[in-house]
């Protein structure tokens, strides 16, 4: 791991994260490559200015919830070989209704070199903290659809009233949002634009359990 990386869930506390892509649930239908631990990375810079954001959502009785941070170019590259594969239709209804999944790419909804590999990106949303449910968004994360986009026609006014302050909060706390996701936000001033790592969202017992499984499957 990168010397000015963090795992949020140590320098952020009060973050709920849930790792998509290091589970079953994500666009994909399974667990990434890179992703050895469900646990949330990134720069150091973008954990102080999470921990802001964190600080602002709960002044509106909001806390946030985060689906990705860093990632690994070698997950990109597997999704790039994903893209690649038949149709199985798994996930297509749930994250890609309306476009082939090779399309992903064009459309602008994955990328070949993701800001994410950069370690200054997010995907997350809100939840109240006093009942824990998610603040409606009008779509799950990962829905590569126009109804995903800021602005979008056609979601309820609460998911509309969501966005608006999701956005609030991220844009006041030095993020900026991606026009088509409105789970997606990078830091204005990320410390690594030109850089695009690669070493594994890690951790000790996941090295272990992973070095182990190798072994017994060899």
């Known amino acids: 791991m990168h010397d000015d990386f963090a795992f949020l869930d140590e320098v952020v506390p009060g973050v709920r994260w849930d790792a998509k892509y290091a589970t079953w649930d994500n666009f994909t239908g399974g667990p990434v490559e890179g992703y050895l631990a469900n646990r949330i990375m990134g720069t150091r810079a973008l954990c102080v200015a999470l921990a802001d954001a964190r600080d602002l959502a709960a002044t509106m009785g909001l806390g946030l919830l985060v689906w990705d941070g860093y990632r690994p170019q070698r997950a990109v590259d597997c999704f790039v070989r994903w ?42 949303t809100l939840f109240d903290l006093e009942t824990g449910d998610l603040v409606p968004m009008g779509g799950g994360f990962d829905l590569m ?29 030095g993020f900026d949002a991606y026009p088509l996701e409105w789970w997606h936000y990078t830091l204005s001033d990320e410390p690594y634009p030109d850089t695009y790592f690669d070493f594994p969202v890690d951790s000790p017992i996941a090295s272990a ?5 190798a072994v017994r499957w060899r």
Do not use: N, W
């Open 83 to 124: 893209s690649k594969q038949p149709e199985d239709g798994r996930t297509k209804h749930r994250h890609y209704p309306h476009i082939d999944r090779c399309e992903m790419f064009e459309q602008g909804y994955v990328a070949t070199k993701s800001a994410h590999s950069r370690g200054s990106t997010v995907d997350l």
């Open 209 to 213: 359990v992973y070095a182990a499984t």
């Open 145 to 173: 659809d126009t109804s995903s986009h800021h602005g979008a026609k056609g979601i309820t006014r609460d998911a509309a009233r969501g966005r608006r302050q999701l956005r609030a909060i991220m844009e006041a706390s």
